[in-house]
C-alpha cells in the first residue's frame, strides 16, 4: 500500500524559510510525477508545485520564484524549499504522487502538514 508522509512544517516568521519534505513507501515503481499542494481555511485545495519523472519543475505563479521542488527517485522523497513566506502561506500543505497507467491516472496524497507564517 502507497504511503506518503510529509515532515518540516511549522512556524515560521514572515520573510522566514522553511523546507518541507514527504517520503514515499509502499511503491514498487516510480511516480509520474509529484507535488504539492496547500489548503488554507475556508479555501480550496491549491495547486504550488510538481516536478515529472525527469525533473522538469512546474509552478503556480503564486509561489514562482520563492519556492522550488525537487525530487530524489532513489531516495523516493520529493521536497518543497520554500522562502519568503508570508501569511497567506499559512495552510495545511500536502503531498501528491501520481501515477499514469494506460491513460489514466491515480492520485495519491500524504495526510498534509501545517505551515504558519506569522509573527
Known amino acids: 500500500q502507497v504511503q506518503l508522509v510529509e515532515s518540516g512544517g511549522g512556524l515560521v516568521q514572515p520573510g522566514g524559510s522553511l523546507t518541507l519534505s514527504c517520503a514515499a513507501s509502499?511503491?514498487?515503481?516510480?511516480?509520474?510525477?509529484r507535488g504539492w499542494y496547500r489548503q488554507a481555511p475556508g479555501k480550496q485545495r491549491e495547486f504550488l508545485a510538481s516536478?515529472?519523472?525527469?525533473?522538469?519543475?512546474f509552478y503556480a505563479d503564486s509561489v514562482k520564484g520563492r519556492f522550488t521542488i525537487a525530487r530524489d527517485n532513489a531516495k523516493n522523497t520529493v521536497t518543497l524549499q520554500m522562502n519568503n513566506l508570508r501569511p497567506e502561506d499559512t495552510a495545511v500543505y500536502y503531498c501528491?504522487?501520481?501515477?499514469?497507467?494506460?491513460?489514466?491516472?491515480?492520485?495519491?496524497w500524504g495526510q498534509g502538514t501545517q505551515v504558519t507564517v506569522s509573527s
Open positions: 501528491n504522487a501520481a501515477r499514469v497507467i494506460d491513460g489514466i491516472q491515480n492520485d495519491y
Open positions: 509502499g511503491n514498487s515503481f516510480t511516480f509520474n510525477a
Open positions: 516536478i515529472t519523472r525527469g525533473g522538469s519543475p
